[in-house]
């Protein structure tokens, strides 16, 4: 598990901007117990093109069931993060993702996700959302890929 940041992020990054690269090393390194405790219950994570037929994820055992699932199928997962723009509530991360995989299927994807970040009643941060827009091209054949070897599994 590799998370390279080459964005131009100061030395000391915003709590948001920390609180999003947690997300991104806990969900390549399948810590699903940082994820649990990060995201709000009612996360809400999309993939974007809506053409892709990607599942929506709403709510937070919908969104850990989901990854605990797909997560274990990849292996060696790294990420480059390329750029991070930061407002009030929002962080966008232009990425690039890839891992060998258990069902043998090479993952590289490019990403643009966006987190919306909300303030707890005990000041802490969490997700709330994040929007997820890949690489249509090559998640068509690995979402078929994926969906064959679960499938054989059962």
């Known amino acids: 598990m590799v998370v390279e940041v080459s964005a131009a992020i100061s030395a000391n990054p915003s709590p948001q901007i920390q609180l999003v690269l947690k997300w991104v090393e806990a969900a390549i390194g399948k810590d699903f117990a940082t994820l649990e405790a990060i995201i709000t219950d009612d996360y ?3 993939v974007h093109p809506d053409n892709l037929g990607a599942p929506l994820h709403k709510g937070k055992e919908p969104f850990l069931t989901h990854y605990k699932t ?6 060696d997962f790294s990420v480059k993060i390329l750029e991070i723009i930061e407002t009030p509530d929002t962080v966008v991360v232009h990425a690039k993702g890839s891992a060998k995989t ?10 643009i996700m966006i987190f919306h970040i909300v303030k707890q009643q005990d000041g802490q941060l969490k997700l709330s959302s994040a929007k997820e827009f890949v690489d249509s091209k090559f998640m068509a054949g ?3 890929a994926v969906e064959a070897a679960l499938t054989a599994k059962k």
Do not use: G
């Open 44 to 46: 809400v994570q999309t």
């Open 70 to 75: 797909v997560l274990p199928l990849f292996v």
């Open 102 to 111: 258990q069902i043998n299927y090479d993952y590289e994807n490019e990403y």
């Open 142 to 144: 690995f979402r078929q």
